[in-house]
T-cell receptor, first 112, second 114 residues
Framework: DTEVTQTPKHLVMGMTNKKSLKCEQH?????MYWYKQKAKKPPELMFV???????INESVPSRFSPECPNSSLLNLHLHALQPEDSALYLC???????????FGDGTRLSIL | GENVEQHPSTLSVQEGDSAVIKCTYS??????FPWYKQELGKRPQLIID?????GEKKDQRIAVTLNKTAKHFSLHITETQPEDSAVYFC?????????????FGQGTILTVHP
């Protein structure tokens, strides 16, 4: 079964905090993605990593900083976020960029 | 860039009826079309997908059809059950040129009444 694991499940942070979201998969997938999803809206692509290299940055503000330390792990570093950044952050992975994407359960982020 | 429109935004059916959700896309280079089901508070789950070299694909009660000429594709669910109630998202991608970037439709809230 496909499995993408995201931690933490919930995160509450102040606007001056620094935190990180983590995404892990052990399926040998070489493409990984970060999405942001607001309530009752579709996922919006933020970043795409292909073979551990950043392939797409959808003009995301610099307060979001992605990192791919190895082929199984994807991080999203957060700093000085705004209340409008409160959302569900989803990670997805696929065998490569041409194969179906499978999502994790997401991290529900609230900015105070 | 790609634009995907999805209709209807809400769909209510009785258990056992069929449900059809339609999407249109703008980029003729799009060649991959997945459908995701998202239950409340859960992850989007891939339920079926189709590539542009086929016109129809079926998996038990779910089928997807693709009309490349008209640039639209549809999800068909037969013999609906209450557990089919969820938000359904269509998406389109130009695989080979876009690093797997998916453009999603706005979603359809499907409610199946027992």
């Amino acid at each position: 079964d496909t499995e993408v694991t995201q931690t933490p499940k919930h995160l509450v942070m102040g606007m001056t905090n620094k935190k990180s979201l983590k995404c892990e998969q052990h399926m040998g997938h070489r493409a990984m993605y970060w999405y942001k999803q607001k309530a009752k809206k579709p996922p919006e692509l933020m970043f795409v990593y292909s073979y551990e290299k950043l392939s797409i940055n959808e003009s995301v503000p610099s307060r979001f900083s992605p990192e791919c330390p190895n082929s199984s792990l994807l991080n999203l570093h957060l700093h000085a976020l705004q209340p409008e950044d409160s959302a569900l952050y989803l990670c997805a992975s696929s065998q490569d960029n041409y194969q179906p994407q499978h999502f994790g359960d997401g991290t529900r982020l609230s900015i105070l | 860039g790609e634009n995907v429109e999805q209709h209807p935004s809400t769909l209510s059916v009785q258990e056992g009826d069929s449900a059809v959700i339609k999407c249109t896309y703008s980029d003729s280079a799009s060649n991959y079309f997945p459908w995701y089901k998202q239950e409340l508070g859960k992850r989007p789950q891939l339920i079926i997908d189709i590539r542009s070299n086929v016109g129809e694909k079926k998996d038990q009660r779910i089928a997807v059809t693709l009309n490349k000429t008209a640039k639209h594709f549809s999800l068909h669910i037969t013999e609906t059950q209450p557990e089919d109630s969820a938000v359904y998202f269509c998406a389109a991608s130009s695989q080979g040129t876009s690093y797997g970037k998916l453009t999603f439709g706005q979603g359809t809230i499907l409610t199946v009444h027992p």
